[in-house]
């Protein structure tokens, strides 16, 4: 048993320089086509900070915030647009959307965007990406924000890394 045990931190010691390599390897230039992008779907936080690098510069690319203007407004991710999930025009706004632009949706904890995606698929959207756990996940893992409104004067602390 105690072999194994020992075995066992050896192998995950091993591992140790690879982490932190890995860890030092910058994420792509905004607007690099060049990155394999995750499928369309529920993607995480890293997977979302490579689809906005990759993306983010290109016109038929949205990131769209579906939480209500004062969420959005204590941070938002940079770059965003917005769409309040709880306006009486929200399902008519979300119809009008463009179906051939790729998008990125994202909320406050991932619950909104679930029942967003299904309904763009089912108006047939096809190139939708969901944050998973949303702006939350976001947060949590050190990426920026901005805060304050989208339509007037807001900061952002710094650029997406």
């Known amino acids: 048993?105690?072999?194994?045990?020992?075995?066992?931190?050896?192998?995950?010691?091993?591992?140790?320089?690879?982490?932190?390599?890995?860890?030092?390897?910058?994420?792509?230039?905004?607007?690099?086509?060049?990155?394999?992008?995750?499928?369309?779907?529920?993607?995480?936080?890293?997977?979302?900070?490579?689809?906005?690098?990759?993306?983010?510069d290109q016109s038929d690319f949205v990131l769209l915030d579906i939480r209500m203007a004062p969420e959005v407004a204590t941070g938002h991710i940079p770059g965003t647009d917005t769409l309040d999930f709880y306006s009486p025009s929200f399902h008519d706004n979300l119809a009008e959307l463009d179906q051939d632009v790729t998008y990125l949706i994202y909320c406050r904890t991932g619950r909104r965007t679930a029942e967003v995606r299904s309904e763009m698929l089912e108006l047939?959207?096809?190139?939708?990406?969901?944050?998973?756990?949303?702006?939350?996940?976001?947060?949590?893992?050190?990426?920026?924000?901005?805060?304050?409104?989208?339509?007037?004067?807001?900061?952002?602390?710094?650029?997406?890394?």
């Open 124 to 161: 047939g959207f096809e190139r939708i990406f969901e944050l998973a756990g949303g702006i939350q996940a976001w947060v949590g893992l050190g990426y920026p924000v901005c805060v304050g409104s989208l339509t007037s004067e807001h900061v952002c602390r710094e650029e997406i890394p």
């Open 1 to 56: 048993m105690r072999v194994r045990v020992k075995r066992s931190l050896i192998a995950l010691w091993a591992l140790v320089p690879l982490l932190v390599l890995s860890a030092c390897v910058s994420a792509p230039p905004l607007g690099d086509t060049s990155v394999d992008l995750p499928d369309y779907g529920l993607v995480s936080v890293e997977e979302a900070v490579l689809i906005l690098h990759a993306m983010s």
